[in-house]
């Protein structure tokens, strides 16, 4: 019986160990333990993913890295995922979330965001030669995941090119892998999201999926910030600036996104700069 | 002093209000949430989606009503069959409705649902293929996983009720000339449903709650639509807020149905009539009639058969030719029934056997390692445990989680026992919560919605085990409970007048015996949370389930491989532990399983 009682002790102060943190005034609290947490997504190719030797990597994560540099901190990564990357800053429980967030003005009602780092657009992705416009959708079933602007902006789009049923066509999935998993088994005629994500994902398979059609969305990703801090949106746009005027960012753009990788997406946008 | 008031009614209820009042007070008006509640969102149409967001967390609750309906029927059927196959005399069909019951029962639901979706279409031929997408495919996966998924439960359960028939029953049935449809269906199977009842309700309460991992493969259902409203509204506190109250009422209207249709069942019920079977007789009461006045037309029939079958006893020569053709005919089909089942026993077995030929096994066995370790010890310095994730992790949840939820169980188990009602009604209140909610609510309230009360966030790995235990503890709680009043009470009595206190009775003479005879159902929920444990893939944690999700997901063309594999480590481990389960049994109450007959 002492034994075991030693041994519920050891395992409950093992329960207590866990990692426990506690919300404060972000931009104060970065400053003071010099540690920036930045929420990360985990399923976006290339954004931020586990690659073959299970390193966590991505443009987002590259990102993330630099402005903690710039900021003189160093960075913690919190995974999120689409549910949780405004959520976690609205609780406090990260400091910023670069999670290939788009900028919304609904979504602007409750977070913060930084300028624009990253300019994208929405298509959707089917099987090559299958589908030549947008039109051709209509009637077919499309997938998307729950909680973005992806899954409104398409239901949109089915909707006035005239689908009847577009609720019903729109499958909502938790994550990206399901959705192209729904894809490659037929479930689904298309996947839309934002075009690098797509790019990402059908760059596994060269040769067989192709994107259709124009952007129909444009999604200007933002730096989620918590709501009313100055402070430390003040830092991170700077933080970004800075990176820009000295070349830092467009060398980590072309390491994921240049012209001699698999997800090539020429820059043809500038970020904002203040002087 | 104390005791001497504390032993009066009044004083217990005063004291608990008193603390529920002094919560109220200060989760409502001194503690600061840092959230702006809005309750207005789930009753006012929204102005940018133009809906009203509680009537779509209702339309959810009819999904999940429709899919538990039908997998529900489905999973009694297949329970049925299976369970009565494995009592069969017939060795093929014994063995497969084991194999059945001991695979679908040890592998996770999750893992049984990414399959039924992401792997099957695969290996249907196209026209078939086509053909089921254009029907509501994701309808038709999460009904027929939940149904073969509970199905293997109820198996289980049927076979026990049959096998609680004695067995001189049976003797007598068969020796009075009865065929084994004749017994089965006028003398088993009315005896053993009385007894499968409360078991059986318990299942069908699981599987219901269970349809709310129908939200993975993109059903429509409550959980998928309190996620929806979150993500269009970030209002989630109100939102699952709203979804566990369904839930909970949902799981407290299916216990009432199924106490008042075990009541009905019973040959001389006590006590007086509860609400719930005044309901159910009003209910059926339509029902029943038009039964009963069809019915007899039919009996009057019957009687006449019976009759006219006395006098011809007396066999001519035509007769008894008759009868032994009819008596051919039968060993005839019973025979060809046999070969077939057979023959398409043998087909599967080769089809699965060719499938398993064709995999591509360098492909398991190089990320073998990733599966069952993920990047031990050579992890990033923010992931716990330098690294360590896949199979090795979900056995530490479930190791942490069992271990200290056993003390929890026994605390809020002792306590329901318990006649005082400031120890009674919180814990009959934290079984009732935790156990009518889903396992993926549990999660998310610990997750996303308790630092929000309490000030501190955990750790996803964290988040789901104290989440994994907080449920646990429920479900030991009651099994504490069980074993406590299973102890006669005359053990009470003669303890109680010995001058032992509640307090040194439970410790020195309930307790250990009822530890004893608990020990079989603690491991079986051993079993249960490791399987539970790859939910925790919803919050992201790095367990086998969504190690396995981001293989699948980087190597894109090997699912069958990946998933099977899974299933398999999974299995391997659940099924050594039910072996470890029926060893114990064997050895701690040999008497009641070495019987003889």
Redesign the interface.
């Known amino acids: 019986m002492k034994s075991w009682k030693v041994?519920?002790l050891a395992?409950?102060l093992?329960?207590c160990y866990?990692?426990?943190?506690?919300?404060g005034a972000a931009y104060d609290n970065v400053m003071k333990t010099k540690v920036l947490r930045a929420g990360i997504m985990?399923?976006s190719i290339p954004g931020a993913y586990?690659?073959?030797k299970?390193?966590?990597v991505g443009f987002d994560v590259d990102i993330a890295e630099e402005i903690a540099k710039r900021l003189g901190c160093k960075l913690?990564?919190v995974?999120?995922?689409?549910?949780?990357r405004?959520?976690f800053v609205?609780?406090?429980?990260i400091d910023i979330s670069v999670a290939n967030m788009t900028h919304k003005r609904?979504r602007d009602k409750?977070i913060d965001f930084s300028i624009t780092y990253f300019f994208d657009g929405q298509k959707i992705l089917a099987k090559k030669g299958e589908f030549k416009s947008l039109k051709d959708f209509v009637g077919k079933?499309v997938a998307t995941m729950?909680?973005?602007t992806s899954e409104l902006n398409v239901k949109n789009l089915l909707k006035n090119l005239g689908d009847a049923d577009f609720a019903k066509n729109v499958?909502?999935?938790?994550?990206?892998?399901?959705c192209?998993?729904?894809l490659?088994?037929?479930?689904v005629s298309g996947w839309s999201t934002d075009s690098t994500i797509l790019l990402g994902y059908a760059a596994?398979?060269p040769g067989k999926w192709e994107l259709v059609g124009d952007f129909f969305s444009d999604e200007p990703y933002g730096i989620g910030l918590p709501q009313d801090d100055s402070a430390l949106r003040d830092a991170v746009n700077f933080a970004i600036q800075d990176m820009w005027v000295d070349g830092a960012y467009m060398k980590i753009y072309n390491k994921w996104y240049g012209p001699d990788t698999p997800y090539s997406f020429p820059m043809t946008a500038k970020i904002e700069m203040w002087p | 002093m104390l005791r001497f008031w504390m032993e009066k009614t009044w004083v217990q209820v005063l004291a608990l209000s008193a603390l529920v009042a002094a919560g109220a007070v200060y989760w409502g008006f001194f503690f600061d949430f840092g959230y702006d509640f809005q309750w207005s969102v789930l009753y006012t149409p929204n102005p940018t989606y133009g809906m009203i967001f509680g009537l779509e967390l209702v339309k959810g609750l009819g999904v999940t009503l429709v899919i538990s309906l039908w997998s529900s029927g489905i999973a009694l059927a297949l329970g049925m069959f299976f369970g009565l196959g494995r009592l069969s005399s017939f060795g093929p069909l014994r063995w497969t409705s084991t194999a059945y019951v001991e695979f679908f029962r040890n592998t996770p639901l999750l893992v049984q649902l990414f399959f039924w979706y992401f792997a099957l279409p695969q290996a249907l031929p196209e026209a078939v293929k086509q053909w089921m997408f254009s029907q509501n495919f994701e309808m038709f996966c999460a009904v027929a996983g939940l149904s073969m998924y509970t199905g293997s439960f109820l198996a289980e359960v049927i076979r026990a009720g049959l096998q609680s028939i004695p067995k001189g029953l049976l003797e007598a049935a068969y020796s009075s000339g009865l065929s084994y449809v004749q017994v089965l269906t006028r003398i088993i199977l009315p005896l053993a449903f009385r007894q499968i009842i409360p078991p059986l309700g318990s299942e069908l309460l699981n599987n219901m709650k269970n349809s709310s991992l129908a939200m993975v493969v993109g059903v429509a259902e409550l959980t998928w639509q309190s996620q929806q409203v979150e993500s269009l509204t970030f209002r989630g506190f109100e939102a699952t807020t709203a979804a566990t109250v369904l839930y909970l009422a949902t799981s407290l209207a299916i216990s009432a149905l199924m106490n008042a249709v075990n009541r009905k069942l019973k040959v001389a019920p006590t006590g007086p009539r509860p609400l719930a079977e005044r309901i159910l007789d009003a209910a059926i009461r339509p029902l029943s009639w038009v039964v009963r006045t069809a019915a007899r037309p039919l009996a009057w029939r019957t009687v006449r058969r019976r009759m006219r079958g006395q006098a011809g006893l007396r066999y001519s020569k035509a007769g008894a030719l008759w009868r032994r053709m009819l008596g051919l005919a039968n060993k005839a089909l019973v025979l060809s029934g046999k070969a077939a089942f057979l023959g398409a026993l043998c087909l599967v077995v080769y089809k699965v056997g060719l499938g398993l030929a064709g995999f591509d096994w360098s492909v398991v066995a190089g990320n073998l390692r990733a599966l069952l370790v993920w990047r031990f010890p050579n992890g990033s310095p923010n992931e716990l445990f330098w690294g360590l994730g896949g199979l090795s992790y979900s056995l530490l949840m479930a190791l942490i989680a069992i271990s200290v939820s056993f003390f929890i169980g026994l605390a809020v188990g002792v306590g329901r026992t318990s006649r005082n009602l400031v120890l009674r009604i919180p814990s009959i209140c934290y079984i009732e919560f935790i156990r009518g909610n889903p396992l993926i609510i549990v999660i998310f309230w610990v997750y996303f919605f308790i630092p929000v009360v309490t000030g501190a966030y955990l750790d996803v790995f964290w988040s789901a085990t104290v989440a994994l235990t907080a449920f646990t503890g429920a479900y030991l709680a009651e099994i504490v409970r069980a074993g406590i009043e299973n102890i006669p009470g005359g053990q009470w009595e003669a303890a109680y007048s010995t001058g032992l206190s509640t307090l040194q009775t439970l410790r020195r003479i309930v307790l250990p015996q009822a530890l004893k005879q608990m020990i079989p159902a603690i491991v079986g929920q051993f079993i249960a949370i490791f399987k539970d444990t790859s939910l925790a893939y919803v919050i992201g944690v790095l367990e086998l389930t969504f190690v396995a999700q981001g293989l699948n997901n980087r190597l894109m063309v090997h699912p069958f491989e990946i998933y099977t594999t899974v299933a398999a480590l999974y299995f391997a481990f659940c099924y050594i532990m039910s072996r470890l389960a029926r060893r114990l049994e064997l050895k701690l109450t040999p008497e009641a399983t070495r019987l003889v007959m």
């Open positions: 041994l519920t395992l409950a093992v329960l866990a990692m426990a943190a506690h919300a985990t399923d586990y690659n073959d299970g390193e966590w913690e990564r995974a999120v995922n689409n549910k949780t405004i959520a609205q609780q406090g429980r609904e409750s079933k729950q909680g973005t499958i909502s999935f938790q994550k990206e892998s399901e192209f998993q729904a490659q088994n037929g479930r596994k398979e």
